[in-house]
C-alpha cells in the first residue's frame, strides 16, 4: 500500500536556527497537510495546501513557518527560527480528494523535531 | 467551539472485554467523524469514520455509535485484543460545501488503550 514518507525521522536543531522537514506524498494526492503533536498531547492542524498554495493555516503557522512543494514528489515544512516551544512530533499528511469520506488522510510517521 | 473533547484519557480492558471511547463536539457544523489509531512512533491511521446521516456504523470489531442531538459519539471495540493496545483519537471536520479551507481535521486528546492477557 503507498505510505506518505517523512525525512529525518528524528531532528536536532539549537534555539534559532532554521528546520525543514520533508515529505513525500502519496504519488496521486492532491490535498497535503502538516500536523504536530506535542509530546503527550493531541494532533494539531498547521497547514493544509492544495494547487501549489496554502488553503487553509492554523494561529500557530506563524511567518516562522513556510510550506513549499518545490517538485512533483516532495512537501517541506521550513521553520526559519526554532524556539524551544517548537519541540514536536510533525506528521505529514495527504488525501487524494478533499473530502474524508471519500479519500481518508494517510499520515506519515512522523520527524521528531527537538529544539535545545 | 472549535473543540473536541475525549474521555477517557486511558483505559485498561481485560483481553476479550468491549473498550468504549467517547468523544464529544461543539461544532454542529462538523459533518466527518473519524477515528484514528496510533501506535508508538507511528503516525495516526484512520480505523473507522462515520457521516452524521447514520447513527451507527460497524466494520469487523469496531463500531462508531452517533449522536447527533446530543453532539456526541463513541468508539467501542468488540473483543478487544491485546493488539489493540494503542492510543485512539477521535477527530471531526467539516466537509460540506467548498469554502476554500483544506477540512482540516479537529483532534480530541487521545485515549490509550492498553488490553491486558
Known amino acids: 500500500e503507498p505510505e506518505v514518507t517523512q525525512t529525518p525521522s528524528h531532528q536536532v536543531t539549537q534555539m534559532g536556527q532554521e528546520v525543514i522537514l520533508r515529505c513525500v506524498p502519496i504519488?496521486?494526492?492532491?490535498?497535503f497537510y502538516w500536523y504536530r503533536q506535542i509530546l503527550g498531547q493531541k494532533v494539531e492542524f498547521l497547514v493544509s495546501f492544495y494547487n501549489n498554495e496554502i488553503s487553509e493555516k492554523s494561529e500557530i503557522f506563524d511567518d516562522q513557518f513556510s510550506v513549499e512543494r518545490p517538485d512533483g514528489s516532495n512537501f517541506t515544512l521550513k521553520i526559519r527560527s526554532t524556539k524551544l516551544e517548537d519541540s514536536a512530533m510533525y506528521f505529514c499528511?495527504?488525501?487524494?480528494?478533499?473530502?474524508?469520506?471519500?479519500?481518508?488522510?494517510?499520515f506519515g510517521n512522523g520527524t521528531r523535531l527537538t529544539v535545545t | 467551539q472549535q473543540q473536541v473533547k475525549q474521555s477517557p484519557q486511558s483505559l485498561i480492558v481485560q483481553k476479550g472485554g468491549i473498550s468504549i471511547i467517547n468523544c464529544a463536539y461543539e461544532?454542529?457544523?462538523?459533518?466527518?467523524f473519524p477515528w484514528y489509531q496510533q501506535f508508538p512512533g507511528k503516525g495516526p491511521a484512520l480505523l473507522i469514520a462515520i457521516r452524521p446521516d447514520v447513527s451507527e456504523k460497524k466494520e469487523g470489531r469496531f463500531t462508531i455509535s452517533f449522536n447527533k442531538s446530543a453532539k456526541q459519539f463513541s468508539l467501542h471495540i468488540m473483543d478487544s485484543q491485546p493488539g489493540d493496545s494503542a492510543t485512539y483519537f477521535c477527530a471531526a471536520s467539516r466537509e460540506g460545501p467548498f469554502t476554500g479551507g483544506g477540512n482540516k481535521l479537529t483532534f480530541g486528546t487521545g485515549t490509550q488503550l492498553k488490553v491486558e492477557l
Open positions: 504519488s496521486n494526492h492532491l490535498y
Open positions: 461544532n454542529t457544523a462538523f459533518d466527518y
Open positions: 499528511a495527504s488525501r487524494l480528494d478533499r473530502t474524508g469520506a471519500n479519500s481518508p488522510l494517510h
